[in-house]
Protein backbone atom coordinates (compact mmCIF):
# COMPACT_ATOMS: atom_id res chain seq x y z
CA UNK A 1 0.00 0.00 0.00
CA UNK A 2 1.32 3.55 0.04
CA UNK A 3 3.47 4.73 2.71
CA UNK A 4 3.93 8.36 1.80
CA UNK A 5 0.96 9.61 3.52
CA UNK A 6 -0.43 13.09 2.57
CA UNK A 7 -2.24 15.65 4.33
CA UNK A 8 -4.84 16.87 4.21
CA UNK A 9 -6.95 15.44 1.55
CA UNK A 10 -8.59 18.89 1.21
CA UNK A 11 -8.39 22.19 1.83
CA UNK A 12 -11.13 24.78 1.51
CA UNK A 13 -9.29 28.56 1.67
CA UNK A 14 -10.62 32.01 0.60
CA UNK A 15 -8.65 33.69 -2.73
CA UNK A 16 -5.68 35.64 -1.40
CA UNK A 17 -5.36 33.05 2.11
CA UNK A 18 -2.06 30.96 2.78
CA UNK A 19 -2.16 26.91 1.52
CA UNK A 20 0.03 24.24 2.89
CA UNK A 21 0.03 20.71 2.30
CA UNK A 22 1.98 18.18 4.24
CA UNK A 23 3.96 15.03 2.95
CA UNK A 24 5.94 12.36 5.47
CA UNK A 25 7.47 8.81 5.10
CA UNK A 26 7.62 6.47 7.65
CA UNK A 27 11.21 5.74 5.83
CA UNK A 28 14.17 8.08 4.28
CA UNK A 29 13.35 9.27 0.74
CA UNK A 30 15.99 9.78 -1.80
CA UNK A 31 14.48 12.71 -3.32
CA UNK A 32 10.80 14.62 -3.24
CA UNK A 33 8.95 15.36 -6.54
CA UNK A 34 5.81 17.19 -6.43
CA UNK A 35 3.11 17.97 -9.23
CA UNK A 36 -0.04 19.70 -9.59
CA UNK A 37 -3.20 18.30 -11.37
CA UNK A 38 -5.91 20.54 -13.00
CA UNK A 39 -9.39 19.73 -12.55
CA UNK A 40 -9.92 17.29 -15.46
CA UNK A 41 -6.05 17.45 -16.55
CA UNK A 42 -3.40 15.53 -16.03
CA UNK A 43 -0.18 15.44 -12.52
CA UNK A 44 1.85 18.13 -14.02
CA UNK A 45 5.84 18.17 -12.47
CA UNK A 46 6.49 21.02 -10.43
CA UNK A 47 9.75 20.67 -8.80
CA UNK A 48 12.26 18.01 -7.56
CA UNK A 49 14.36 18.75 -4.08
CA UNK A 50 17.19 16.34 -3.05
CA UNK A 51 19.07 17.59 -0.53
CA UNK A 52 18.36 17.48 3.32
CA UNK A 53 16.86 20.75 4.56
CA UNK A 54 16.53 22.09 0.89
CA UNK A 55 13.99 24.49 0.42
CA UNK A 56 13.18 26.12 -3.50
CA UNK A 57 10.96 29.00 -4.47
CA UNK A 58 8.70 29.03 -7.28
CA UNK A 59 7.12 32.41 -7.23
CA UNK A 60 4.24 32.42 -4.55
CA UNK A 61 5.00 28.53 -3.85
CA UNK A 62 7.85 27.88 -1.35
CA UNK A 63 8.91 23.45 -1.35
CA UNK A 64 10.49 22.27 1.19
CA UNK A 65 12.70 18.90 2.48
CA UNK A 66 13.36 17.94 5.79
CA UNK A 67 16.31 17.46 7.80
CA UNK A 68 15.88 13.62 7.97
CA UNK A 69 14.66 13.24 4.63
CA UNK A 70 11.15 11.91 5.37
CA UNK A 71 8.90 14.84 5.25
CA UNK A 72 7.91 17.68 3.02
CA UNK A 73 6.01 20.93 2.08
CA UNK A 74 4.65 22.70 -0.25
CA UNK A 75 3.21 26.27 1.12
CA UNK A 76 1.68 28.57 -1.29
CA UNK A 77 1.47 32.52 -0.66
CA UNK A 78 -1.71 34.51 -1.40
CA UNK A 79 -3.66 31.89 -2.81
CA UNK A 80 -5.16 32.72 -6.33
CA UNK A 81 -8.08 31.06 -8.35
CA UNK A 82 -5.43 29.33 -10.66
CA UNK A 83 -4.19 27.63 -8.24
CA UNK A 84 -6.82 25.33 -7.94
CA UNK A 85 -6.03 21.99 -8.15
CA UNK A 86 -4.29 18.42 -6.31
CA UNK A 87 -1.32 18.46 -5.58
CA UNK A 88 0.90 15.57 -5.07
CA UNK A 89 4.18 14.44 -3.61
CA UNK A 90 5.60 11.87 -4.63
CA UNK A 91 9.00 10.04 -3.23
CA UNK A 92 11.48 6.99 -3.51
CA UNK A 93 11.62 5.03 -0.45
CA UNK A 94 14.82 4.06 0.31
CA UNK A 95 15.59 0.80 2.54
CA UNK A 96 17.64 0.10 5.52
CA UNK A 97 19.30 -2.88 3.52
CA UNK A 98 20.26 -0.59 0.67
CA UNK A 99 17.51 -1.39 -1.78
CA UNK A 100 14.93 1.49 -2.78
CA UNK A 101 11.35 1.08 -3.70
CA UNK A 102 9.33 2.78 -6.92
CA UNK A 103 8.22 6.43 -7.14
CA UNK A 104 5.06 6.31 -4.82
CA UNK A 105 2.57 9.04 -4.77
CA UNK A 106 0.60 10.62 -2.11
CA UNK A 107 -3.01 10.53 -2.49
CA UNK A 108 -3.21 14.42 -3.07
CA UNK A 109 -4.40 17.36 -1.38
CA UNK A 110 -7.18 18.88 -3.51
CA UNK A 111 -7.21 22.94 -2.93
CA UNK A 112 -10.27 24.46 -3.34
CA UNK A 113 -10.78 28.26 -3.17
CA UNK A 114 -13.75 30.32 -2.98
CA UNK A 115 -13.54 33.71 -3.96
CA UNK B 1 6.39 18.71 -28.99
CA UNK B 2 7.85 16.07 -26.50
CA UNK B 3 4.75 14.48 -25.39
CA UNK B 4 2.79 11.70 -23.90
CA UNK B 5 -0.04 10.41 -25.86
CA UNK B 6 -2.62 7.61 -24.88
CA UNK B 7 -5.35 5.99 -26.54
CA UNK B 8 -8.38 5.99 -26.35
CA UNK B 9 -9.39 8.91 -24.39
CA UNK B 10 -12.46 7.71 -23.61
CA UNK B 11 -13.97 3.90 -23.66
CA UNK B 12 -16.82 2.24 -22.28
CA UNK B 13 -16.61 -1.41 -22.39
CA UNK B 14 -18.55 -4.20 -21.12
CA UNK B 15 -17.06 -6.97 -18.49
CA UNK B 16 -14.47 -9.88 -20.42
CA UNK B 17 -14.22 -7.79 -23.85
CA UNK B 18 -10.14 -7.31 -23.92
CA UNK B 19 -8.85 -4.03 -24.39
CA UNK B 20 -5.63 -2.04 -25.05
CA UNK B 21 -4.78 1.04 -23.96
CA UNK B 22 -2.39 2.85 -25.95
CA UNK B 23 1.05 4.98 -25.05
CA UNK B 24 3.41 5.93 -26.77
CA UNK B 25 5.98 8.91 -25.95
CA UNK B 26 8.36 10.79 -28.14
CA UNK B 27 11.03 12.22 -25.80
CA UNK B 28 13.59 8.76 -26.12
CA UNK B 29 12.78 8.34 -22.24
CA UNK B 30 13.80 4.57 -20.56
CA UNK B 31 11.55 4.23 -18.58
CA UNK B 32 7.73 4.39 -18.50
CA UNK B 33 4.94 3.58 -16.43
CA UNK B 34 1.01 3.31 -15.54
CA UNK B 35 -0.85 4.53 -13.15
CA UNK B 36 -4.83 4.30 -12.21
CA UNK B 37 -6.28 7.37 -10.53
CA UNK B 38 -9.21 6.45 -8.13
CA UNK B 39 -11.23 8.99 -5.48
CA UNK B 40 -9.61 9.29 -2.23
CA UNK B 41 -6.88 6.98 -3.54
CA UNK B 42 -4.52 8.98 -4.93
CA UNK B 43 -2.34 7.72 -7.93
CA UNK B 44 -1.39 4.01 -8.13
CA UNK B 45 1.14 2.13 -10.10
CA UNK B 46 -0.20 -0.40 -12.36
CA UNK B 47 2.97 -1.98 -13.94
CA UNK B 48 6.48 -0.45 -15.00
CA UNK B 49 9.20 -0.74 -17.45
CA UNK B 50 13.18 0.53 -16.94
CA UNK B 51 13.95 -0.13 -20.84
CA UNK B 52 12.53 -2.12 -23.82
CA UNK B 53 11.60 -5.89 -22.44
CA UNK B 54 12.58 -5.18 -18.85
CA UNK B 55 8.52 -4.93 -17.13
CA UNK B 56 7.61 -4.99 -13.57
CA UNK B 57 4.57 -4.82 -11.32
CA UNK B 58 3.66 -1.82 -9.55
CA UNK B 59 1.42 -1.69 -6.46
CA UNK B 60 -1.34 -2.52 -8.17
CA UNK B 61 -0.55 -5.37 -10.80
CA UNK B 62 -3.72 -8.00 -10.66
CA UNK B 63 -5.85 -7.86 -13.55
CA UNK B 64 -3.21 -5.79 -16.33
CA UNK B 65 -0.72 -7.12 -18.62
CA UNK B 66 1.81 -5.04 -20.47
CA UNK B 67 4.45 -5.45 -23.00
CA UNK B 68 7.68 -2.50 -23.86
CA UNK B 69 8.59 -4.11 -27.36
CA UNK B 70 10.01 -0.97 -28.49
CA UNK B 71 10.85 2.14 -26.79
CA UNK B 72 8.52 4.87 -27.38
CA UNK B 73 5.51 2.52 -26.56
CA UNK B 74 4.28 0.79 -23.41
CA UNK B 75 0.33 -0.45 -23.92
CA UNK B 76 -1.83 -1.39 -21.13
CA UNK B 77 -3.72 -4.70 -22.06
CA UNK B 78 -7.19 -6.36 -19.88
CA UNK B 79 -7.12 -9.18 -20.59
CA UNK B 80 -10.54 -9.72 -19.27
CA UNK B 81 -11.88 -6.34 -17.92
CA UNK B 82 -13.96 -6.46 -14.55
CA UNK B 83 -16.33 -3.18 -13.23
CA UNK B 84 -13.98 -2.53 -10.29
CA UNK B 85 -11.18 -1.72 -13.24
CA UNK B 86 -13.19 1.14 -13.76
CA UNK B 87 -10.96 4.33 -13.27
CA UNK B 88 -8.69 7.09 -14.99
CA UNK B 89 -5.84 5.38 -16.42
CA UNK B 90 -2.49 7.56 -16.77
CA UNK B 91 0.68 6.42 -19.00
CA UNK B 92 3.83 8.47 -17.65
CA UNK B 93 7.65 8.31 -19.07
CA UNK B 94 10.84 9.62 -17.51
CA UNK B 95 14.26 9.96 -18.35
CA UNK B 96 16.44 7.99 -16.33
CA UNK B 97 15.56 3.58 -15.85
CA UNK B 98 15.30 3.91 -12.37
CA UNK B 99 12.04 5.96 -12.63
CA UNK B 100 13.24 8.80 -9.93
CA UNK B 101 13.37 12.00 -12.67
CA UNK B 102 10.57 13.86 -13.71
CA UNK B 103 7.60 12.55 -14.48
CA UNK B 104 5.60 13.46 -18.27
CA UNK B 105 1.95 11.82 -17.98
CA UNK B 106 -0.23 11.64 -20.62
CA UNK B 107 -3.42 13.27 -20.99
CA UNK B 108 -5.40 10.17 -19.50
CA UNK B 109 -7.62 7.69 -20.47
CA UNK B 110 -11.04 7.22 -19.01
CA UNK B 111 -12.40 3.15 -18.88
CA UNK B 112 -15.72 2.51 -17.54
CA UNK B 113 -16.65 -1.67 -17.35
CA UNK B 114 -20.35 -2.03 -17.23
Known amino acids: GQQVMQIPQYQHVQEGEDFTTYCNSSTTLSNIQWYKQRPGGHPVFLIQ?????EVKKQKRLTFQFGEAKKNSSLHITATQTTDVGTYFCAGIRLYSGGGADGLTFGKGTHLIIQP | EAQVTQNPRYLITVTGKKLTVTCSQNMNHEYMSWYRQDPGLGLRQIYY???????DKGDVPEGYKVSRKEKRNFPLILESPSPNQTSLYFC?????????????FGPGTRLTVL
Open chain 1, 49 to 53: LVKSG
Open chain 2, 49 to 55: SMNVEVT
Open chain 2, 92 to 104: ASSYGTSGSDEQF
